[in-house]
């Protein structure tokens, strides 16, 4: 098959001919028919995650068709579509016997713990677990691109966050998180707030219905501009960047007892952000993570995608060739355009 491959961390990608892989017991193979470009795939390609081993081919955000399936496997068959969390469970650990696929202590990461979507065919292990069958209605291109961002964003909204009905969100950065985060928290009933560097990405977050934005290049107190709008501060706050500036506004922006939740990856030299630690135990802030989310959620987002009141391929930028991804992927830290890459040509 072909596959966009790297032999060194930070070398360019090549694309080049592999063997086809084979379903684990518990997996399946799927053919890839669309799969997404994120900002993590740039982080694996530059060395920032331990999982993974060399030679690599990325890719995590994907949809396609079963192609083929391991012994053990009970509930797919070849041809259904489907799509992956990017955090599969193991399904019988501690936290996926309680529900928590999305902090397995075995958890399976197509383009991080094994080889990715960046290619004609991906291998999926713990099939039964994580495998989410698509609605006929919903196209590749848009299923993929839940994979990561959008589902990410839907967790730390939704259930981590629990954000009701006119209360005030704060989004730090307008990228594929916060604007996914945007859009899922107005569908909630709240009032969003959105922050970014550019006027066309906060124009983009007014269409998706932020309902005030702040220029963080023009505005020097972000912080205070947050407490102005929301008459006092945000009940719930989303570092939708990942950055330490990011994550010290989105804590301080905060009212009493509002809950802070880290979508954006810390990792490198931002791994441990300074944080306003006197403010988190005077105001009682509870501060989250969302890393993904479980297969069984994706019931409740993809009713929301069918009565249309989610709109993810509103977030699809270019839809590109399996030969371009290599640029694309060495790209992915200038923060250039709007919407999500997806490769959809393979
Ligand atoms: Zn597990
Ligand atoms: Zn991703």
Redesign the pocket.
Same mark, same amino acid.
């Given at each position: 098959m072909k596959a966009v491959i790297f032999e060194q961390f930070g070398q360019t990608p090549r694309v080049q001919s592999v063997a086809d892989p084979a379903p684990a017991a518990t997996g399946v193979v799927i053919k890839v028919e669309a799969t997404g470009l994120c900002r993590s795939d740039w982080h694996g390609w530059m060395g920032h995650d331990a999982d993974i081993v060399l030679p690599h081919v990325p890719g995590h955000e994907l949809a396609g068709t079963v192609q083929a399936v391991g012994k053990h496997v009970t509930q797919w068959k070849i041809g259904r579509r489907v799509t992956v969390p990017f955090v599969g /469970?193991? /399904? =019988? !650990?501690f #936290? !996926?016997n309680s529900g928590n =696929?999305q902090v397995? #202590?075995?958890?399976f990461q197509p383009g991080f713990t094994a080889w990715g979507s960046f290619a004609e065919y991906v291998a999926v292990d713990f099939a039964d677990t994580n495998l989410v069958a698509l609605p006929e209605t919903l196209d590749f291109a848009t299923a993929a691109s839940l994979g990561c961002r959008f589902v990410t964003s839907f967790r730390a909204i939704v259930d981590q966050a629990k954000v009701k009905p006119g209360e005030w969100v704060a989004v730090h950065g307008c990228g594929g998180v916060g604007l996914s985060a945007i859009m899922i928290a107005t569908a909630m009933g709240a009032n969003v707030v959105a922050i970014d560097l550019t006027e066309e990405k906060l124009a983009f977050a007014r269409e998706l219905g932020a309902v005030a934005t702040i220029n963080g290049c023009e505005t020097q107190d972000v912080i205070g501009a947050v407490r102005e709008i929301t008459k006092g501060g945000a009940h719930v706050s989303i570092d939708a960047l990942g950055h330490p500036s990011t994550c010290f506004n989105s804590i301080a922006n905060l009212r009493r007892r509002g809950r802070h939740v880290q979508v954006g990856l810390m990792l490198g030299d931002h791994a441990h952000p300074p944080i306003p630690m006197d403010k988190v135990i005077a105001h009682e802030l509870e501060i989250y993570g969302s890393h993904g989310m479980q297969a069984f959620r994706y019931k409740a987002l993809m009713d929301m995608l069918e009565t249309g009141k989610l709109q993810p391929q509103k977030l699809i930028g270019k839809e590109i060739a399996l030969d371009d991804a290599p640029a694309a992927l060495m790209a992915m830290d200038r923060f250039e355009g709007l919407g999500i890459n997806v490769i959809t040509r393979f």
């Open positions: /469970g193991c /399904g =019988h !650990c #936290e !996926c =696929h397995c #202590e075995n958890q």
